[in-house]
C-alpha cells in the first residue's frame, strides 16, 4: 500500500511537499517514483530514486523538483519548486517499474496562475 499526501492549492512558482508512505517492508530495496496524471493526459513518471540514492528527473521538472527517500520511516518526498501551470495534476507514488497493484488514490497539486 502506497499512500500520497500534501500538495494542494499552490500559486504559480510557489512550493509544495509531497510524501508517500509505504506499508511494504520491502521498501528500502525498490526504486520509487512519482507519477503525474493530469486531466485528458497519461500518466507520466516525473522522478524516481534508485536504493543507493540515484536520481532521475524528466525534463519538465529537472531543476524545479526533488525527490528523496527515508528507508527507515519508508517515506519517499517530493519537494516541488518554482511551480508552474502544467505541473497542475493528480500525484502517484509506485515503483519503478510500476507494479499496477500499488497504485494509491493519489494526491492533487492545483496551480493557480
Known amino acids: 500500500q502506497l499512500q500520497a499526501s500534501g500538495g494542494g492549492l499552490v500559486q504559480a512558482g510557489g512550493s509544495t511537499r509531497l510524501t508517500c508512505t509505504a506499508s511494504?517492508?520491502?521498501?528500502?530495496?525498490?526504486?520509487m517514483g512519482w507519477y503525474r496524471q493530469a486531466p485528458g493526459n497519461q500518466r507520466e513518471l516525473v522522478a524516481c530514486i534508485d536504493t543507493f540514492g540515484g536520481t532521475w528527473y524528466a525534463d519538465t521538472v529537472k531543476g524545479r523538483f526533488a525527490i528523496a527517500r527515508d528507508n527507515a520511516k519508508n517515506t519517499v518526498s517530493l519537494q516541488m519548486d518554482n511551480l508552474e501551470p502544467d505541473d497542475q495534476a493528480v500525484y502517484y507514488c509506485n515503483t519503478v517499474p510500476l507494479n499496477a497493484n500499488k497504485w494509491g488514490q493519489g494526491t492533487q497539486v492545483t496551480v493557480s496562475s
Open positions: 511494504d517492508r520491502l521498501f528500502s530495496i525498490r526504486t
